[in-house]
Nanobody, 120 residues
Framework: QVAVVESGGGLVQAGGSLRLSCAASGRTFSGYVMAWFRRAPGKERELVSVISWSTGRIYYADSVKGRFTISRDNAKNTVYLEMNSLKPEDTAVYYC???WGWGISDYKYWGQGTQVTVSS
């Protein structure tokens, strides 16, 4: 049974930083990609970033490019999202998700989410 578990959310002031972690378990993830999504209050879910376990290929949404960095530790089956220069509009529940093959939608496995709140 595949599981993805996020951690690392919290409250931070604007301009601050947070690092989210996503631990994946239950199978070999070669060929899979991991993504971070977020859902802000009253808004639709938004794709934030994607990384391939195998190739390291990376995607960022324009809204976070230059501020967020996604990375992976294959030995720990863990993906990270380093978030810098945080803005109040980054406030959202952040979800980690996994799917087979590169893509920006149709993710099969989801975590429970972790709240990130950025105060102004």
């Amino acid at each position: 049974q595949v599981a993805v578990v996020e951690s690392g959310g919290g409250l931070v002031q604007a301009g601050g930083s947070l690092r989210l972690s996503c631990a994946a378990s239950g199978r070999t993830f070669s060929g899979y990609v991991m993504a971070w999504f977020r859902r802000a209050p009253g808004k639709e879910r938004e794709l934030v970033s994607v990384i391939s376990w195998s190739t390291g290929r990376i995607y960022y949404a324009d809204s976070v490019k230059g501020r967020f960095t996604i990375s992976r530790d294959n030995a720990k089956n863990t993906v990270y999202l380093e978030m810098n220069s945080l803005k109040p509009e980054d406030t959202a529940v952040y979800y980690c998700a996994a799917r087979w093959g590169w893509g920006i939608s149709d993710y099969k496995y989801w975590g429970q989410g972790t709240q990130v709140t950025v105060s102004s």
